[in-house]
């Protein structure tokens, strides 16, 4: 089972960047896609972003894209998300996501909160 920590949350001024990181356990973990995914107060979980085993598929939800990039280090187990002009909007939990046929697996979660 693939364990999951993320960590780079905290309190940022609107306008600002975080990056997050995500480390995975799985000694495979070059055979997992990987994401982020985030959930606001009161609202639903939502998809932020999305990288393939290889990095070569990317894709982006559409509430970040155009100020996010995920990445993946293989040889290291990580996987990150850049996001850049950070919004009062953004404010959520942020979720490390392993996939690999029908299983997923979720980390703790680390806390973003945009100040404006």
């Not at 975080?18 to 480390?23: E, H, I």
């Not at 996987?79 to 909007?89: G, I, R």
Request: glycine content about 12%; aromatic content about 12%; charged content about 15%.
């Amino acid at each position: 089972q693939v364990q999951l920590a993320e960590s780079g949350g905290g309190l940022v001024q609107a306008g600002g960047s975080l990056r997050l990181s995500c480390a995975a356990s799985e000694r495979t973990f070059a055979t997992y896609g990987m994401g982020w995914f985030r959930r606001a107060p009161g609202k639903e979980r939502e998809f932020v972003a999305s990288i393939s085993m290889s990095g070569s598929a990317i894709y982006y939800g559409d509430s970040m894209k155009g100020r996010i990039t995920i990445s993946r280090d293989n040889a290291k187990n990580m996987v990150y998300v850049q996001m850049n002009s950070l919004k009062p909007e953004d404010t959520a939990v942020y979720y490390c996501n392993a996939h690999i046929g029908w299983r997923n697996y979720w980390g703790q979660g680390t806390q973003v909160t945009v100040s404006s």
